[in-house]
């Protein structure tokens, strides 16, 4: 059973997490070299890791904030006026890999979304699943399918902190 946790919860330790991202109405966003994209209103979960200096903390705060550098290709899309984060699903983990095998899951459970968003750096098709049930269905899914992993998610739910 996934755990709930608010924004100081999040230990600054390695681990994989997935963002669900409200459109709040079809828009079209260009995402860096991958092109222009139209985003239709609904739910979207974007798989992530953040093995580096800061870990999850560092990498989820900056993901929530609006005003950031262009990085990522996530960045385009949580930067955007008629986007925000609704829901934050993450777990501590060092496995290297990881991001790939819950993508995995989620292309079998969820719609995949635009080919080599957020997944360049791996074979994968994306990182980025058009949710086909409500929220809470969707984030459900995606925890349990991070538990079958042996992985122990926990549940942030935002409220426009931002």
Same mark, same amino acid.
């Given at each position: 059973?996934?755990?709930?946790?608010?924004?100081?919860?999040?230990?600054?330790?390695?681990?994989?997490?997935?963002?669900?991202?409200?459109?709040?109405?079809?828009?079209?966003?260009?995402?860096?070299?991958?092109?222009?994209?139209?985003?239709?209103?609904?739910?979207?979960?974007?798989?992530?890791?953040?093995? =580096?200096?800061?870990?999850?903390?560092?990498?989820?705060?900056?993901? $929530?904030?609006?005003?950031?550098?262009?990085?990522?290709? $996530?960045?385009?899309?949580?930067?955007?006026?008629?986007?925000?984060?609704?829901?934050?699903?993450?777990?501590?983990?060092?496995?290297? =890999?990881?991001?790939?095998?819950?993508?995995?899951?989620?292309?079998?459970?969820?719609?995949?979304?635009?080919? =080599?968003?957020?997944?360049?750096?791996?074979?994968?098709?994306?990182?980025?699943?058009?949710?086909?049930?409500?929220?809470?269905?969707?984030?459900?899914? $995606?925890?349990?399918?991070?538990?079958?992993? =042996?992985?122990?998610?926990? $549940?942030?739910?935002?409220?426009?902190?931002?």
């Amino acid at each position: 059973m996934p755990e709930y946790s608010t924004i100081d919860d999040i230990p600054a330790e390695k681990g994989v997490y997935v963002l669900v991202i409200k459109v709040v109405e079809d828009t079209s966003i260009n995402v860096g070299k991958l092109g222009s994209f139209v985003f239709g209103k609904g739910y979207y979960a974007y798989v992530g890791s953040a093995m =580096g200096p800061g870990g999850l903390k560092a990498r989820i705060k900056r993901h $929530i904030s609006k005003v950031k550098k262009l990085r990522w290709h $996530i960045d385009y899309l949580t930067s955007n006026n008629y986007t925000e984060i609704t829901a934050i699903i993450y777990s501590t983990t060092s496995v290297n =890999g990881m991001e790939s095998r819950i993508a995995k899951i989620l292309e079998e459970k969820l719609a995949p979304s635009i080919k =080599g968003f957020g997944s360049t750096d791996t074979n994968d098709y994306t990182h980025l699943f058009k949710c086909i049930s409500d929220l809470n269905k969707c984030v459900l899914l $995606i925890a349990n399918s991070m538990e079958s992993l =042996g992985l122990k998610p926990t $549940i942030l739910l935002l409220r426009h902190i931002y």
